[in-house]
């Protein structure tokens, strides 16, 4: 097994776009020639776009595009401008005299943080298609620049989080993974320890825990959203499939996670290059996020009055 880059699946590129100043951004995962496609939405306050579309039983058999924004529903808008950056590349659904990109998506809510006005539109959505690049920026940046965590007791004890991405090679096949972490709840590592959470006088709380002590809900305007994309050749309902496995990496590395105030949502593009199994491509996809939430955690940097975990480490 050795560690890749989602830039390195061919027929894949990523770009982002963001504001900083503003706190917002979006991300985008380009598959100019079509990928085949699946999503499982679980969180309660989902904010999406074409996930109907992706139903197995549905027409359309590959998309174009996915596109991660913040910005809360506003954020859907920057699917519009890939896709226009896509017509003009000649990409999208051919519907004889004209093509149709097809350009899933969803959005997080990160409205509290920075400028309430600063959100992605169809212009930051184009220029995230006109800023490929090879190397993918993980922390601030994209849909992960005004992301943050443990908001059980409201953003004045919140952590900073962003954007997230690893992937791996098994002998042909290809796993990547992208997330932008903005959960309501904890990020654990892989022992069960806090990474990223509720900060009370420097040190990191259990979400799990406050909740059960006080017993109240939790606050709104949160979500993780990530992508899993993989050289496998993976029909749609296969897709869909690989998408319902991913979400054990956000149940290994968030808690609480999927709750009526997040909504969480993992999309899978598969570029039909190379046999492979579900079982196989699923397995190396948990493995994958798991890792990139992680990595959202430890590539951000304390912005916007949220203290990052990279601060935390260094005291």
């Known amino acids: 097994m050795k560690e890749i880059r989602m830039s390195d699946i061919e027929g894949i590129e990523v770009g982002q776009a963001q504001e900083e100043a503003g706190g917002s951004g979006c ?10 496609a699946g999503v499982d939405v679980r969180g309660g306050a989902p904010a999406t776009r074409e996930t109907d579309l992706l139903n197995p039983v549905n027409l359309v058999q590959k998309i174009h595009a996915v596109c991660l924004s913040g910005g809360s529903a506003f954020g859907l808008d920057a699917a519009a401008g890939v896709m226009r950056y896509l017509e003009e590349q000649g ?23 920075g400028d309430l006005h600063c959100r992605p539109d169809a212009a930051m959505g184009y220029a995230a298609c006109q800023n490929i690049q090879k190397e993918i920026a993980q922390g601030n940046v994209g849909a992960g620049t005004g992301a943050s965590v443990g908001k059980a007791l409201g953003s004045a004890h919140a952590m900073k989080s962003g954007l997230g991405t690893y992937g791996v090679q098994v002998g042909e096949v290809q796993v990547a993974a992208i997330v932008a972490v903005n959960a309501c709840g904890n990020v654990v590592d892989e022992n069960g320890e806090q990474l990223a959470g509720v900060l009370v006088d ?47 990496a956000y149940a290994k590395a968030i808690t609480p996670v999927h709750t009526m105030s997040d ?43 949220l203290t990052a975990w990279q601060d935390i480490k260094k005291a």
Request: hydrophobic share 40%.
């Open 263 to 305: 909504g969480d949502s993992i999309f899978v593009m598969a570029t039909d290059a190379v046999e492979s199994s579900v079982d196989i491509v699923g397995i190396l996809a948990v493995q994958c996020m798991e890792q990139a939430i992680r990595n959202a955690i430890k590539h951000a940097h304390s912005a916007y009055g």
């Open 91 to 113: 990409c999208g659904h051919d519907m004889r005299f004209v093509k149709v990109p097809i350009v899933c998506g969803a959005s997080l809510f990160d409205l509290g943080v």
């Open 27 to 36: 991300s985008v995962i380009l598959c100019k020639k079509g990928a085949f």
């Open 202 to 248: 420097g040190g990191i709380h259990s979400t799990n825990d406050l909740l059960l002590k006080h017993c109240e809900g939790l606050p709104l305007g949160n979500t993780t959203i990530g992508c899993i994309v993989t050289n496998a050749k993976l029909d749609k309902a296969q897709c869909t499939k690989v998408a319902s496995i991913s979400h054990n």
